[in-house]
């Protein structure tokens, strides 16, 4: 059974830092791509990150570009996303997803429908 967590959510102020875990079980790590999302109230669920497991290579929002790193630990079977610089309009649920079997980030990383399998979401929120 596939499963994601997501966990390392909080209040955090302006400027402060977080880094959220998703652990990752029920499919073969390695061979994974894995894409970072969040929702705000009220709005659409966005994405924010992916990384290929093909070739390590990433791919970030324009609007986390510079502030946000995803990462992997192989050991741990657990994904990463560093958040630095926070902004008010970062606050959302982040979520990790996967779609089993692609190990390369698609085209479309950023779309919603191209992930199977989520996590439960962590809250993000940074108080100006």
């Known amino acids: 059974e596939v499963q994601l967590v997501e966990s390392g959510g909080g209040l955090v102020q302006v400027g402060g830092s977080l880094r959220l875990s998703c652990a990752a079980s029920g499919f073969t790590f390695e061979e994974n791509a894995i894409g970072w999302f969040r929702q705000a109230p009220g709005k659409e669920r966005e994405g924010v990150s992916c990384?290929?497991?093909?070739?390590?290579?990433?791919h970030y929002a324009d609007s986390v570009k510079g502030r946000f790193t995803i990462s992997s630990d192989n050991a741990k079977n657990t994904f990463y996303l560093q958040m630095s610089g926070l902004k008010p309009e970062d606050t959302a649920v982040y979520y990790c997803a996967t779609e089993v079997g692609v190990s390369r980030c698609d085209r479309a990383w950023y779309s919603v429908p191209m992930y199977e399998y989520w996590g439960q979401g962590t809250q993000v929120t940074v108080s100006s």
């Open positions: 990384i290929s497991r093909s070739d390590g290579s990433t």
